[in-house]
């Protein structure tokens, strides 16, 4: 197995992963979106509600808030040794008090540890007019995406890295120019009479290229063994931090599936 970055911030991360099959990298994916704990605003008491919106919708907005939190400060309430019913290493309290006219932002939540704050600052919650008041107190905790989508971590995508190959014998220069019009990627150039291709990897096989070429000199196929993943964090985990506990989950499951067998012999 081999892993090699080909872009990376805070917020998104792609890479190439090779000498994998298709069930792994299905499995990985999967994991990514669906186990990944994060953190977000399970329970709310509005204390006063004076705008637009019903406290139904307006704690549902609350929900998607993305949280800032340190992975190793908090449990999963089921993983808590007090069982879930709330204590400082599972739950945290945000509130909120605003008197319009004014528009409320995730900035106006006051949380009560320093770690657990909006991604985010000016994601709008809901618009007070005169005298309109909002006042409640919200109980944030870890979940993962599986159990709802407010705790998904990330949106993550991958498809089978492309083989690009040119025979560079059968080329001819009066037909490499179309071929390379038809790129929609634009990762074909023309060098004297041959194809080069720049980034193969941004190609997505749709193999306009191909059908162009009436000497067959470029041959688009895709690796059975080696994907490239786009993840992009939408929770208060940067994408790199994402891709790495899901692998340390990954190990874990397939550690218990291993002893669960070992049971059966």
């Given amino acids: 197995m081999r892993v090699q970055i080909l872009k990376k911030t805070d917020f998104e991360i792609s890479f190439l992963l090779e000498g994998v099959n298709p069930t792994f990298a299905n499995s990985l994916r999967r994991v990514m979106i669906a186990e990944v704990p994060t953190m977000a ?79 985010f600052d000016k994601i709008p919650i809901v618009e007070l007019i005169e005298k309109q008041e909002l006042e409640f107190e919200a109980i944030c905790q ?9 705790w998904q971590a990330a949106i993550v995508g991958y498809k089978n890295a492309p083989k690009i190959t040119i025979d560079s014998k059968k080329c001819k220069a009066e037909n490499c120019e179309v071929c390379v019009e038809k790129c929609v990627k634009k ?29 067959e000199a470029i041959k688009v196929e895709a690796m059975k063994d080696s994907f490239i993943f786009n993840v992009e964090s939408v929770s208060g985990l940067k994408a ?21 067998l070992k049971k059966l012999k």
Avoid at 94 to 108: A, H, M, N, Q, R
Avoid at 142 to 150: F, I, P, R, S
Wanted: hydrophobic residues 35%; glycine residues 4%; proline residues 5%.
């Fill in 187 to 215: 990762i074909l150039k023309l060098e004297n009479i041959s194809i080069v291709v720049t980034d193969p990897f941004e190609c997505n096989m749709c193999l306009q290229c191909v059908d162009a070429c009436p000497e």
């Fill in 240 to 260: 790199e931090e994402v891709v790495k506990e899901s692998i340390e989950i990954l190990k874990e499951e397939i550690s218990d599936f291993s002893k669960s």
């Fill in 41 to 119: 605003i399970e329970w709310v008491d509005f204390i006063k509600n004076d705008s637009v919106l019903p406290d139904e919708l307006l704690a549902n907005r609350l929900a998607q808030i993305p949280l800032t939190f340190d992975m190793r400060a908090y449990n999963l309430p089921e993983r808590c040794k007090c069982s879930g019913k709330g204590c400082s290493r599972c739950q945290v309290k945000l509130t909120l008090k605003k008197i319009g006219p004014c528009v409320v932002y995730s900035e106006d939540l006051k949380s009560r540890s320093k770690d657990i704050k909006p991604v």
């Fill in 142 to 150: 870890l979940g993962v995406g599986k159990e709802h989508v407010k």
